[in-house]
């Protein structure tokens, strides 16, 4: 059984950029999450897919944006980007009602 | 506000020295409360979901405890392979989200 997979593992951009970040969901799962994991932080919700629709949105600002694809798979995408989104973003997968499982993140630093 | 506090924030133990983390919540209609253990540059990785007061759940060395208030991992006779940050979290009221902790940060010696 494949876990989650994201990609890319690492990225380095400067302010005002864009960035889009990919994750596979793990077979079967169609709920997808998304995380800001700051340095010493506990993640941080961002939003939630269920069946390619948002199903829950924290307090990001509405350059955090996302879609997810018919076989499940998910984009998170960060316009405008500011020194503060360097982080860790984690992308969790599951089924309703079950545990999220977390894959190991794309750390993306802001110059 | 749903909050969730952890403490303390790192720990360092002997191997073998068994002890406990702590996991306070407030939460609006606990859905469930689940522990995770994050190695450094990787996802956190699920060990336990709890989901009603007087709960228990073990797994090898740990065991999980839930109250109404709080929630335990006790850590018995702890190897170097258990060092790891430990992550709670809390899903609860008609959201699916999780709110976690900040973590405690476990540190066990040979």
């Known amino acids: 059984e494949t876990g989650v997979t994201q990609s890319p593992t690492h990225l380095i951009k400067t302010r005002g950029q864009q960035v889009t970040l990919r994750c596979s969901s793990q077979s079967g799962h169609n709920t997808v999450s998304w995380y800001q994991q700051a340095l010493g932080q506990g993640p941080q919700f961002i939003f939630q897919?269920?069946?390619?629709?948002?199903?829950g949105r924290g307090n990001f600002p509405p350059r955090f944006s996302g879609l997810q694809f018919p076989n499940y798979s998910s984009e998170l995408n960060v316009n405008a980007l500011e020194l503060d989104d360097s982080a860790l973003y984690l992308c969790?997968?599951?089924?309703?009602?079950?545990?999220?499982?977390f894959g190991d993140g794309t750390r993306l630093s802001i110059l | 506000e749903d909050q969730v506090t952890q403490s303390p924030e790192a720990l360092r133990l002997q191997e073998g020295e068994s002890s406990s983390l702590n996991c306070s919540y407030t939460v609006s209609g606990l859905r469930g409360l689940f522990w995770y253990r994050q190695d450094p540059g990787k996802g956190p990785e699920f060990l336990f979901t709890?989901?009603?007061a007087g709960e228990e759940k073990e797994k090898e060395r740990l065991k999980a405890t839930l109250t109404k208030k709080e929630s335990f991992l006790h850590i018995t006779a702890p190897k170097p392979e258990d060092s790891a940050t430990y992550l709670c979290?809390?899903?609860?009221?008609?959201?699916?989200?999780?709110?976690f902790g900040t973590g405690t940060l476990l540190a066990v010696q040979p």
């Open positions: 969790a997968s599951s089924l309703p009602g079950q545990p999220q499982h």
């Open positions: 979290a809390v899903q609860g009221g008609a959201t699916n989200k999780l709110i």
């Open positions: 897919y269920y069946r390619e629709e948002e199903n």
């Open positions: 709890l989901y009603s």
